[in-house]
């Protein structure tokens, strides 16, 4: 019981994470210690329910197997996302009282844009209420059905938002970023090769912008490094090309570089983090991920007349612009965050517990996309379930088992959500990966959960020879993920 305990200490056997030895962490903390504690202390619990295996099978059946229809409490332990999901502070909630609901001019969207500004250095900044606003604001405003958007990855709503104004969005990741296994510090870079040939063959007319995740969620969580982002910056500024960061989790990006690229150890992540956006023309965003708040987001540029075109689509479907479909509380909530998330304890804790989860798997044999991320593990469904073709979604037997096992929702991110079906043969084309996603919530899970998440996933995986693949019975035609329907092929929960 004692190990139990034991903080999110550095583990003692090298792992395949760790052999490779570039992550010494150099201690932000004034205490010298090896164990890694939550740098905060609980005021406010919320009961989680426990299920017996017999409920949770009934649950994902009356679910049609699709764990984005299951219902919140009947869920132990929620690896879903890390979206939203965040633990606010006592200063966020002190926030929460102090905003201000007036419908234009509130005192709280001046808070939030002074430290969206000092942050990011953005002269225009355009609250949205949530990130794939800012996404379709940005690019309805900017793209036709003859352009063309390079990323390192897009996320499934960029994708989404972009596509939905017939332009083509281009994945240009480099190529380690497409080998779970390989580790490597940067995987989420972008192939500027690549970049550089796309611009020669379609013309720096057809790109009105060029996006750049950080870090690169949908490839792994892994992050970009500072020589990309000015790489990347450097060819598109050459060609014209505005540069724009999908900045969802600016601060544990920032935080991978400080850690594993040369020249920035002695930088604190506020410095890096102005640099990185220094290099771009604006950014979109998700305050629900490194904004540490429950819902929010917003766009930021540098152009004068794109923030108000953007502006004047906002009061159409947005709201004002000095709320943007935000209340004043929330406003404030992520002008906090925002603030809170450069804390370098945090940080150091954050990307601990979250390489905590996944040495310990992998530790467990269960193949992982190495090395961490920073706000989620991958497990490899492809190598976890090599009988399992791509047509029979092994992502989505990982993900109903963990369910099954410990109560654990995941979510897959593999061919059930970026696969395609033929409209006319109706067969499938398989994804890139296959990969099942444990996204971390921020500051609400303790190593005590993580240890019991360990020895669910060990579970399933020591029986994954009798586990099987599932067929779609239902799919939507865009984003079919959130509400497709499944049967498994041969039973679960073997
Ligand atoms: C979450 C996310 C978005 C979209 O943000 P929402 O707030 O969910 O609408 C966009 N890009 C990335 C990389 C994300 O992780």
Redesign the pocket.
């Known amino acids: 019981m004692q190990a139990r305990f034991s903080g999110w200490r550095e583990s003692q056997a090298p792992t395949p994470a760790r052999s490779f030895g570039l992550y010494e962490t150099p201690t932000p903390t004034r205490i010298t210690m090896k164990t890694i504690i939550e740098p905060f202390k609980i005021k406010v619990v919320e009961p989680i329910r426990m299920t017996n295996r017999e409920e949770r099978l009934g649950y994902l059946h009356a679910a049609n197997y699709n764990v984005f229809k299951l219902r919140g409490d009947d869920v132990l332990l929620d690896l879903l ?1 890390d ?2 999901t965040a633990a606010m502070s006592s200063e966020q909630w002190a926030g929460v009282m102090r905003g201000d609901e007036a419908y234009a001019g509130s005192p709280s969207f001046y808070r939030f844009e002074a430290a969206v500004k000092a942050i990011f250095g953005f002269e225009h900044v355009i609250p949205t209420h ?6 379709r604001i940005l690019f309805s405003t900017v793209c036709t059905p003859e352009h063309v958007v390079p990323n390192n990855t897009h ?1 499934d ?2 994708r989404a938002n972009i596509e939905a104004t017939g332009a083509r969005a281009v994945d240009l990741p480099v190529p380690e970023g497409l080998v779970p296994s390989s580790p490597g510090p940067f995987k989420g870079n972008m192939d500027v090769g690549k970049l550089e040939a796309l611009i020669s063959e379609v013309g720096a007319a057809a790109i009105p912008l060029c996006m750049l ?1 950080v870090t ?3 490839g792994g969580g892994q992050p970009v490094s500072m020589a990309n982002v000015r790489a990347v910056s450097g060819v598109c500024r050459s060609h014209g090309i505005p540069l724009y960061i ?1 900045a ?2 600016f601060a544990e990006n920032a935080y991978f570089i400080k850690l594993r690229e040369e020249g920035y150890v002695g930088r604190s992540v506020r410095e890096i983090v102005k640099e990185l956006f220094s290099y771009a023309d604006g950014c ?1 965003m ?4 490194d904004g540490l708040a429950n819902i929010g ?1 917003f766009v930021a540029t540098n152009d004068e007349a794109l923030a108000r075109q953007e502006r004047d689509l906002l009061i159409l479907t947005e709201g004002f612009p000095t709320y943007g479909g935000l209340a004043g509380r929330d406003l404030e909530a992520i002008a906090i965050g925002l603030e809170e998330v450069l804390h370098e304890d945090y940080l150091q804790y954050r990307l601990a517990s979250v390489r905590y989860l996944g040495e310990h798997i992998a530790r467990g044999g269960v193949p992982i996309v190495q090395p961490p991320g920073g706000h989620a593990i991958y497990i490899d469904a492809a190598a976890f379930l090599p009988h399992i073709p791509a047509q029979e979604f092994p992502g989505q037997s990982v993900v109903a088992e963990l369910y099954v096992e410990g109560g654990i929702r995941g979510v897959e991110i593999g061919s059930v959500m970026f696969g395609r079906q033929d409209p006319e043969t109706g067969e499938e084309h398989p994804a890139a990966m296959e990969l099942v996603r444990l996204a971390m919530p921020r500051r609400v899970y303790t190593q005590s959960h993580v240890d019991f998440m360990v020895e669910a996933i060990v579970q399933v995986y020591e029986r994954r020879e009798r586990i099987g693949g599932f067929r779609l019975t239902y799919q939507a035609p865009t984003l079919r993920h959130f509400t497709a329907e499944f049967e498994p092929l041969y039973g679960i929960g073997s």
């Open positions: 996302t979206s939203g949530q990130g794939r606003a800012a996404e996320f709503t960029t995740t690169n969620n949908t999908d969802c989790r979109t998700s305050a629900k991920k987001g």
